[in-house]
């Protein structure tokens, strides 16, 4: 089993604010992103949706595509009506050959809203937990059958943010539900990422590297902030860059034989990170962290 290392496009063009990056060409992001070593990317903002048109843009910078966010509703909206607002996010990733979809309930959350604080996120009941598990199953079901996989994003400002609701997720939905592991966003939430690896490997089909500076969350936590104030303010940077242990991370994947994407995606602006420079220094500490954790990487 082996591993590729991919990264966001979100350092050069970020989607929540579209101010930073928004004049970088798409063509930038791509050449830049291989240089840095990368052999995939994610969708962005400024990619086109439609398999004939992007298909040769990857092509010709050696980059697959693997994979993209889905903003869900399923908690306003029965899992017919999800089915029917995916399709075409779904039908783009397939026909790229994606293997997963990143999937985040975002109903009534605040991370794209600036004027809300993060302590106004919302929060599910236990009924509620029962009801969103069993439709948000259902979707991973009938989206398998459509040969493609769901990976979940937990996300700070959103129903599923900390190692509780990681918990109550992994409890209420099935195997079908796989988790996405994002380092930031857990330590944001005041989790730990190794801990979290360890106790839902198995569950694990898609993971995000970024690291976080020390210096910003503490503030950040503090002011209870919204969560794109915390992106600006810098809170987020690569592998490499801040406090998390991505080698330890990346050994509890190992464990369990991991074999899927490791990417970086750190959200911050290009103007005082230029892209390039911290996407090459992303790629080398994951290189190097998943070679110490045991982990192989696909040539």
Not at 118 to 127: C, E, H, Y
Not at 172 to 194: C, I, N, R, W
């Amino acid at each position: 089993m082996a591993v590729r290392l991919g990264v966001s496009p979100i350092g050069w063009s970020n989607d929540d604010l579209p101010d930073l990056g928004g004049q970088t060409p798409l063509e930038t992001c791509l050449a830049e992103a291989r240089e840095a070593g990368f052999a995939g990317i994610e969708l962005g903002n400024k990619f086109p949706r439609d398999a004939r048109l992007l298909r040769p843009i990857l092509d010709r910078h050696e980059l697959a595509l693997i994979s993209g966010w889905y903003s869900g509703r399923l908690l306003d909206r029965s899992v017919d009506d999800e089915m029917t607002a995916i399709a075409p996010h779904r039908d783009l990733l397939v026909a790229m050959g994606c293997a997963i979809l990143v999937y985040a309930e975002t109903t009534g959350g605040t991370a794209g809203d600036r004027r809300r604080a993060l302590s106004t996120r919302p929060r599910l009941g236990d009924g509620d937990w029962r009801a969103f598990g069993a439709g948000l199953t259902e979707l991973a079901d009938r989206l398998a059958k459509g040969g493609i996989a769901l990976a979940y994003h937990h996300h700070m400002g959103t129903v599923v943010e900390d190692a509780d609701d990681i918990e109550r997720l992994m409890e209420v939905t099935d195997d079908s539900v796989g988790l996405l592991l994002d380092t930031g966003h857990l330590v944001f939430a005041g989790a730990d990422p190794t801990g979290i690896a360890r106790r839902y490997a198995r569950r694990i089909n898609h993971v995000h590297c970024k690291d976080v500076r020390r210096s910003v969350l503490a503030p950040t936590r503090a002011g209870d902030t919204s969560f794109l104030d915390a992106v600006l303010d810098g809170v987020f940077t690569v592998p490499g860059d801040g406090m998390v242990d991505f080698a330890a991370v990346l050994a509890e994947l190992a464990a369990v034989n991991y074999s899927g994407w490791l990417v970086v995606e750190a959200e911050q602006d290009p103007a005082k990170a230029p892209p390039l420079a911290y996407a090459r220094l992303g790629f080398a500490h994951l290189r190097a962290a998943a070679a110490t954790a045991g982990l192989r990487e696909k040539s």
